[in-house]
């Protein structure tokens, strides 16, 4: 996870330290503004405790072990804002004084271990510590939040990655930086880290929120283990519906500006019109899957008015906005009957 | 008859519940982690204390010298502009007396097998294109694998071995400039090094802390192994191992509290009132100035090459 030098070109980690200057500041003003003088070497422990978290292997089926990274341990136990200052100077030292990660890729790296390891995976324990306020619960959680937050930061990382090839290429053929594109690093990346790295975060940070919560640092962790209540998620909820009744600008605005189709989402007869001819893979999966709503349109709604796409379209983004809500809502209460 | 000892007691009980001896290999390997982070920490005070080029100068100018080079590196294009970089890294590192053993045992090694490994399939015509001088897998027509075209010929091509080395001369030239800092800089005086980036207190103070609080902790969790591997005699279920690390990451994680607090009220039992203000530091040198000039001007001139 830890992007060494070289691996980057300069476009991409100066952007990277752009983007974190910004963020280190926010996470340094909160931080600060919540820190008494006793409690200053908090920071310094949660930076030194991500080294312990790595130097404890967890054994795996077939005699084999991994290790965690923590970033959403740290969230959980000080908060998303001082897990990414924390986490940060912990990618720092490693880079400084242990070579691990690059100097010129600390941006890059604290972009994605520092800020969406712990801000994805915290918002997901959030919201399922509300749903499970057992302890074990609350332990599932957190381990769903490790797995979740490991991967996001995994997709990130792919990300900057697989752009190097489009954005450093010499004109020799040879690039420049990271050599693999999207369609290599998304999915090598995002699969080891969903099946297997983060099955072992989400074990780590499971079983230790499970044990740390009979412990005295309750203290610490009573901003997080209470969750959100459901009354705070009403300005979501309207907030989606409203998205939702806007949703047919989507429509409208392509046809008022006489724009073309979105930018890779031809049809087959368009691609014809641009290069001449239908790749014959494309052909070949063209209709391979017939969607319940095509272009989120009732089947045979293709020559309708706006008027009543836009009431399709309204009503995709309700459906779409309720399914995902349901499976959710179905999967938490499974994870809590089991965790009864 | 020999009177059998306790040990022997032991394994024919075990034998005879069908218990099997204790297979510590998760806590072997933590342990063994520990002591690679300690005797390392020993190795680079000691090449730090030799008297070589880059042990001689500030650490200042050795800092902003390496962060001057890896820059310089990140910006290189051409083989010959980073081969050029390479030779610098390895002439300051003849000239500061860190051997090739202990540089490659302090990281560079595994950077180099695994940018090897990272490298090796870009030498493929699959994925840098180009015609390949190497065939390794001919078909008669281009095939399908999942969402990915293969094409007929799979083989080595010259734009494959091409964008290898660049990626592999980049990456050993810049991690062995960062090795070769932090093996010729002690941890406090590259820490104190930082204020000359003008980084705020806060994270001064805190990096300072952190490296403090690393060999505290890292020791304490030396001991946390070292108890379960003397304790532990039969195997136990999966299940119990992770269990076990689990309860023992939670205790590190209490005791690390229970340091903050007390190093917390020792603080401001001596006037500490969360401000934090950094010591002036003394001018560079002569020596200093001159290792910058040469480094930018090296770095420069590669880039003409």
């Given at each position: 996870m830890h992007i060494p030098d070289g691996y980057l070109g300069p476009a991409t980690y100066l952007s990277s330290y752009v983007a974190c200057v910004p963020l280190w500041g926010a996470a340094a003003r909160k931080v600060q503004a919540g820190l008494t003088a006793r409690r200053v070497p908090l920071l310094a422990i949660s930076a030194a405790f991500t080294f312990v978290v790595m130097m404890f292997n967890v054994p795996l089926p077939g005699a084999t072990t991994g290790h965690a990274v923590g970033g959403v341990l740290i969230a959980i136990a000080v908060g998303p804002w001082g897990a990414a200052l924390a986490i940060s100077i912990a990618l720092a030292i490693q880079a400084l004084l242990f070579g691990d990660g690059g100097i010129t890729a600390i941006g890059a790296n604290c972009l994605n271990i520092a800020f969406v390891m712990p801000f994805t995976g915290y918002a997901v324990y959030r919201w399922l510590a509300r749903c499970f306020p057992s302890p074990k619960g609350r332990a599932i959680a957190a381990g769903i939040g490790g797995w979740a937050g490991l991967t996001c930061a995994a997709f990130t990382t792919a990300v900057l990655f697989g752009i190097q090839p489009l954005l450093h290429t010499a004109s020799d053929g040879r690039a420049l930086y990271a050599p693999y594109p999207l369609s290599v690093t998304v999915p090598?990346?995002?699969?080891?880290?969903?099946?297997?790295?983060?099955?072992?975060?989400?074990?780590?940070?499971?079983?230790?929120?499970?044990?740390?919560?009979?412990?005295?640092?309750?203290?610490?962790?009573?901003?997080?283990?209470?969750?959100v209540p459901m009354k705070k998620y009403r300005a979501l909820w309207i907030a989606l519906l409203a998205l939702a009744l806007i949703s047919p600008l989507g429509l409208y605005l392509p046809a008022?500006?006489?724009?073309?189709?979105?930018?890779?989402?031809?049809?087959?007869?368009e691609i014809r019109q641009m290069v001449g001819y239908v790749p014959a893979g494309m052909r070949q999966l063209n209709g391979f899957w017939k969607a319940l709503l095509p272009d989120y349109a009732l089947p045979g709604q293709d020559a309708a008015p706006l008027a009543h796409r836009s009431l399709a379209y309204i009503f995709s983004a309700l459906l779409g906005i309720g399914l995902c809500g349901a499976a959710t809502y179905i999967l938490a209460r499974r994870l809590a009957k089991k965790s009864r | 008859m020999p009177i059998p000892s306790r040990e022997q007691e032991f394994f024919e009980m075990a034998r005879a519940r069908r218990l099997r001896p204790a297979r510590n290999g998760f806590v072997d390997k933590s342990l063994r982690q520990l002591a690679a982070f300690f005797s390392d920490a020993l190795l680079r005070e000691e090449t730090a204390r030799r008297s070589g080029l880059l042990q001689r100068l500030d650490p200042r100018a050795r800092l902003l010298g390496t962060l001057f080079f890896v820059l310089s590196v990140s910006l290189a294009r051409s083989i010959p502009d980073l081969a050029a970089h390479a030779a610098l890294v390895a002439a300051v590192l003849w000239l500061s007396h860190v051997r090739l053993r202990e540089i490659l045992g302090a990281g560079l090694l595994i950077a180099l097998v695994f940018s090897t490994l990272m490298a090796l399939p870009a030498t493929l015509n699959l994925v840098s294109g180009g015609k390949p001088l190497l065939p390794l897998l001919v078909r008669d027509a281009a095939?399908?694998?999942?969402?990915?075209?293969?094409?007929?010929?799979?083989?080595?091509?010259?734009?494959?071995?091409?964008?290898?080395?660049?990626?592999?001369?980049?990456?050993?030239?810049?991690?062995?400039?960062?090795?070769?800092?932090?093996?010729?800089?002690?941890?406090?005086?590259?820490?104190?090094?930082?204020?000359?980036?003008?980084?705020?207190?806060?994270?001064?103070?805190?990096?300072?802390?952190?490296?403090?609080?690393?060999?505290?902790?890292?020791?304490?969790?030396?001991?946390?192994?070292?108890?379960?591997k003397s304790r532990a005699l039969t195997r136990r279920p999966l299940i119990a191992d992770h269990m076990w690390v689990g309860s023992r990451m939670a205790y590190a994680w209490e005791k690390s509290l229970r340091l903050m607090e007390d190093v917390g009220e020792a603080m401001t039992a001596r006037g500490f009132t969360g401000e934090m203000r950094a010591a002036p530091g003394s001018r560079l040198r002569a020596a200093d100035w001159g290792f910058l000039a040469a480094v930018a001007g090296l770095c420069l001139g590669a880039h003409f090459i």
């Amino acid at each position: 996870m830890h992007i060494p030098d070289g691996y980057l070109g300069p476009a991409t980690y100066l952007s990277s330290y752009v983007a974190c200057v910004p963020l280190w500041g926010a996470a340094a003003r909160k931080v600060q503004a919540g820190l008494t003088a006793r409690r200053v070497p908090l920071l310094a422990i949660s930076a030194a405790f991500t080294f312990v978290v790595m130097m404890f292997n967890v054994p795996l089926p077939g005699a084999t072990t991994g290790h965690a990274v923590g970033g959403v341990l740290i969230a959980i136990a000080v908060g998303p804002w001082g897990a990414a200052l924390a986490i940060s100077i912990a990618l720092a030292i490693q880079a400084l004084l242990f070579g691990d990660g690059g100097i010129t890729a600390i941006g890059a790296n604290c972009l994605n271990i520092a800020f969406v390891m712990p801000f994805t995976g915290y918002a997901v324990y959030r919201w399922l510590a509300r749903c499970f306020p057992s302890p074990k619960g609350r332990a599932i959680a957190a381990g769903i939040g490790g797995w979740a937050g490991l991967t996001c930061a995994a997709f990130t990382t792919a990300v900057l990655f697989g752009i190097q090839p489009l954005l450093h290429t010499a004109s020799d053929g040879r690039a420049l930086y990271a050599p693999y594109p999207l369609s290599v690093t998304v999915p090598v990346m995002v699969l080891e880290h969903l099946l297997l790295f983060g099955v072992v975060e989400a074990l780590l940070t499971g079983l230790t929120v499970y044990h740390l919560q009979g412990s005295r640092s309750a203290w610490i962790l009573q901003t997080a283990d209470v969750g959100v209540p459901m009354k705070k998620y009403r300005a979501l909820w309207i907030a989606l519906l409203a998205l939702a009744l806007i949703s047919p600008l989507g429509l409208y605005l392509p046809a008022l500006m006489r724009a073309g189709t979105a930018w890779g989402e031809w049809s087959l007869e368009e691609i014809r019109q641009m290069v001449g001819y239908v790749p014959a893979g494309m052909r070949q999966l063209n209709g391979f899957w017939k969607a319940l709503l095509p272009d989120y349109a009732l089947p045979g709604q293709d020559a309708a008015p706006l008027a009543h796409r836009s009431l399709a379209y309204i009503f995709s983004a309700l459906l779409g906005i309720g399914l995902c809500g349901a499976a959710t809502y179905i999967l938490a209460r499974r994870l809590a009957k089991k965790s009864r | 008859m020999p009177i059998p000892s306790r040990e022997q007691e032991f394994f024919e009980m075990a034998r005879a519940r069908r218990l099997r001896p204790a297979r510590n290999g998760f806590v072997d390997k933590s342990l063994r982690q520990l002591a690679a982070f300690f005797s390392d920490a020993l190795l680079r005070e000691e090449t730090a204390r030799r008297s070589g080029l880059l042990q001689r100068l500030d650490p200042r100018a050795r800092l902003l010298g390496t962060l001057f080079f890896v820059l310089s590196v990140s910006l290189a294009r051409s083989i010959p502009d980073l081969a050029a970089h390479a030779a610098l890294v390895a002439a300051v590192l003849w000239l500061s007396h860190v051997r090739l053993r202990e540089i490659l045992g302090a990281g560079l090694l595994i950077a180099l097998v695994f940018s090897t490994l990272m490298a090796l399939p870009a030498t493929l015509n699959l994925v840098s294109g180009g015609k390949p001088l190497l065939p390794l897998l001919v078909r008669d027509a281009a095939w399908r694998l999942g969402p990915y075209t293969i094409p007929p010929i799979v083989g080595i091509s010259r734009e494959g071995l091409l964008t290898a080395a660049t990626f592999l001369l980049r990456t050993l030239a810049s991690v062995a400039a960062v090795l070769c800092l932090a093996l010729s800089t002690p941890w406090m005086d590259l820490l104190r090094a930082l204020r000359f980036l003008r980084l705020p207190p806060l994270v001064l103070q805190t990096l300072g802390m952190t490296v403090r609080y690393l060999h505290v902790l890292l020791r304490q969790s030396e001991e946390i192994h070292l108890g379960k591997k003397s304790r532990a005699l039969t195997r136990r279920p999966l299940i119990a191992d992770h269990m076990w690390v689990g309860s023992r990451m939670a205790y590190a994680w209490e005791k690390s509290l229970r340091l903050m607090e007390d190093v917390g009220e020792a603080m401001t039992a001596r006037g500490f009132t969360g401000e934090m203000r950094a010591a002036p530091g003394s001018r560079l040198r002569a020596a200093d100035w001159g290792f910058l000039a040469a480094v930018a001007g090296l770095c420069l001139g590669a880039h003409f090459i």
